[in-house]
């Protein structure tokens, strides 16, 4: 499976933007990049996801580099809701399971 | 957007005893569900991938006959925790795609199981 990589922990302050950065050095041509993000005690939440340009949906921007060997979640305006653990995933083949990292916990601070 | 609802949200049970989970679309067909659990302050991992009408494909290191996994209908799967024993104890979380990976999964709530 193609790995992701990001860092354990990030910080923020309430209504500023916030870039959540991942590493997928391995990536396939047919792989997608999906986000998710599990706040305490919930099933995790579908957040964006893209395969070579950049998406933009009501929740946040997906910013996919151009070799796709990294991309970055994009949160414009952090609220103290968005505090949770937030899972970058490579998706290549129909039907098969997400499989999880360790994620980067997103603290927000008001 | 589909819905996946996972019932019961939380369950306490004896040693010994059965607990079953419940994992249903509730406005999409899906033919393949998946099963995770989560212990505190780690990831999920994946248990076991459910088809409907088939048997269920488990990951290394779960034990088939600990945790039935009946998908009978394309809207319900079920996850039975048999002879339950406290560190079975978790977080556990069942998903559900609806065609592929151009999109979204879906997710349940999740339910808390405690063994005491």
């Known amino acids: 499976d193609a790995k992701t990589t990001q860092p354990n922990s990030m910080e923020s302050n309430e209504e500023e933007p916030v870039h959540l950065p991942c590493n997928h050095s391995?990536?396939?041509?047919?792989?997608?990049i999906h986000w998710y993000r599990q706040l305490p005690s919930q099933g995790p939440e579908y957040v964006i996801h893209?395969?070579?340009s950049n998406v933009n949906n009501r929740m946040a921007s997906l910013a996919i580099a151009e070799d796709r060997k990294s991309s970055t979640l994009i949160l414009h305006r952090a609220t103290l809701r968005d505090a949770a653990v937030y899972y970058c995933?490579?998706?290549?083949?129909?039907?098969?399971?997400?499989?999880f990292g360790k994620g980067t916990t997103l603290s927000v601070s008001s | 957007g589909a819905v996946v609802s996972q019932h019961p949200s939380w369950v306490i049970c004896k040693s010994g005893t059965s607990v079953k989970i419940e994992c249903r679309s509730l406005?999409?067909?899906?033919?393949?569900m998946f099963w995770y659990r989560q212990f505190p302050k780690q990831s999920l991992m994946l248990m076991a991938t459910?088809?409907?009408?088939?048997?269920?494909?488990?990951e290394q290191g779960v034990e088939k006959d600990k945790f039935l996994i009946n998908h009978a209908s394309l809207t319900l799967s079920t996850l039975t925790v048999t002879s339950a024993h406290p560190e079975d104890s978790s977080f556990y979380i069942c998903?559900?795609?609806?065609?592929?990976?151009?999109?979204?999964?879906?997710f349940g709530q999740g339910t808390r199981l405690t063994v005491v």
């Open positions: 995933i490579l998706v290549y083949q129909a039907g098969t399971a997400l499989i």
């Open positions: 459910s088809n409907e009408g088939s048997k269920a494909t488990y």
């Open positions: 998903s559900a795609s609806v065609r592929g990976p151009n999109t979204e999964a879906f």
């Open positions: 391995t990536i396939s041509g047919t792989d997608y």
């Open positions: 893209g395969l070579t």
């Open positions: 406005d999409f067909q899906a033919t393949t």
